[in-house]
């Protein structure tokens, strides 16, 4: 049984850093939604934004399921929603036989507004990184961990030390391995 291994958390708290730097430790494919943004901007740049979020995250859900279906071990990352994710992960996980743990990073407030804003200033990813204030944002956002049912959760605080050690660590432990 393949592990689908999702990486949740805020904008900005360190969960697509983190998941390329797991991939490439783990040599499994990462699959994460603002790729594949990026890509349907660079070819279409009208696209507008209820449409290309969207978009993006059938994509990502596609192309993790093609990952799946090859027997493969995942990391899946993106800024997931309360209420509207959790569906998709389970039935993704359901339909291929797949295990699921989480690794849901985060940071404080000021620390994840301060790393947007530089992200935003930097004017890298045009059409992803959008000004916004996140003492506004809805509860629907991940400032919590998915609700995925009884699948394994590591909460790690991307402000300090090298977290990778310990996740990997993690993912090697008896919870992990029998999810």
């Known amino acids: 049984m393949p592990l689908l291994l999702i990486v949740s958390g805020m904008p900005a708290s360190g969960k697509s850093t983190l998941g390329a730097r797991l991939a490439h430790a783990l040599s499994w494919p990462f699959v994460t939604k603002d790729e594949y943004k990026a890509l349907l901007l660079g070819r279409l740049p009208e696209l507008t934004r209820d449409v290309s979020g969207p978009l993006s995250f059938d994509v ?71 000004p ?23 909460t790690v605080d991307t402000t300090g030390p090298d977290v990778l050690p310990d996740v990997l660590s993690w993912l090697k432990s008896p919870s992990v391995l029998t999810a």
């Open 60 to 130: 990502m859900w596609h192309v993790a399921g093609v990952t799946l279906a090859a027997g493969m071990d995942t990391v899946l990352e993106s800024h997931f929603y309360h209420g509207v994710s959790e569906a998709h992960i389970l039935t993704l996980a359901h339909t291929h036989g797949a295990r699921v743990a989480q690794v849901f990073c985060h940071a404080p407030m000021n620390v994840l507004q301060a790393r947007h804003d530089a992200r935003v200033a930097s004017g890298r990813r045009p059409g992803i990184d959008l």
């Open 132 to 154: 916004m204030e996140y003492a506004t944002l809805p509860g629907h956002c991940c400032w919590t961990p998915l609700g995925l049912r009884d699948a394994p959760c590591l």
